[in-house]
């Protein structure tokens, strides 16, 4: 499966982004799919992942209550709203997709490209 990853940006902290993961040659419904971000000088880290069907999520404690990880299966694609970012958001975010087992590590999976977002104070 190719990922494309969108809706990166330039944000002032306390803003929302929603980023969204479309994907294409694969079956998309048959994958599960994640968010990860990647700071500048750091190791990439999960952030977000949803099952197959949307009826489980795990999120990155830092981001709970905060962000919110969804898909539409008719649609291929896989969203990330994010509300009250703060400045240690700031990170190149990149989606993943993975077909046996969640995606909360960094093996074995799919990846998109990433998309960069800037939270500033």
Same mark, same amino acid.
């Given at each position: 499966?190719?990922?494309?990853?969108?809706?990166?940006?330039?944000?002032?902290? *306390? *803003?929302?982004?929603?980023?969204?993961?479309?994907?294409?040659? #694969?079956?998309?419904?048959?994958?599960?799919?994640?968010?990860?971000?990647?700071?500048?000088?750091?190791?990439?880290?999960?952030?977000?992942?949803?099952?197959?069907? #949307? *009826?489980?999520? @795990? @999120?990155?404690?830092?981001?709970? #209550?905060?962000?919110?990880?969804?898909?539409?299966?008719?649609?291929?694609?896989? @969203?990330?709203?994010?509300?009250?970012?703060?400045?240690?958001?700031?990170?190149?975010?990149?989606?993943?997709?993975?077909?046996? *087992?969640?995606?909360?590590?960094?093996?074995?999976?799919?990846?998109?490209?990433?998309?960069?977002v800037t939270v500033s104070s």
């Amino acid at each position: 499966v190719q990922l494309q990853a969108s809706g990166g940006g330039s944000v002032q902290a *306390g *803003g929302s982004l929603r980023l969204s993961c479309a994907a294409s040659g #694969g079956t998309f419904s048959s994958y599960r799919m994640g968010w990860f971000r990647q700071a500048p000088g750091k190791e990439r880290e999960f952030v977000a992942a949803i099952t197959r069907t #949307g *009826g489980g999520t @795990y @999120y990155l404690d830092s981001v709970k #209550g905060r962000f919110t990880i969804s898909r539409d299966n008719a649609e291929k694609t896989v @969203y990330l709203q994010m509300n009250g970012l703060t400045l240690e958001d700031t990170a190149v975010y990149f989606c993943a997709a993975r077909y046996a *087992g969640v995606p909360t590590t960094t093996q074995q999976n799919n990846w998109g490209q990433g998309t960069e977002v800037t939270v500033s104070s």
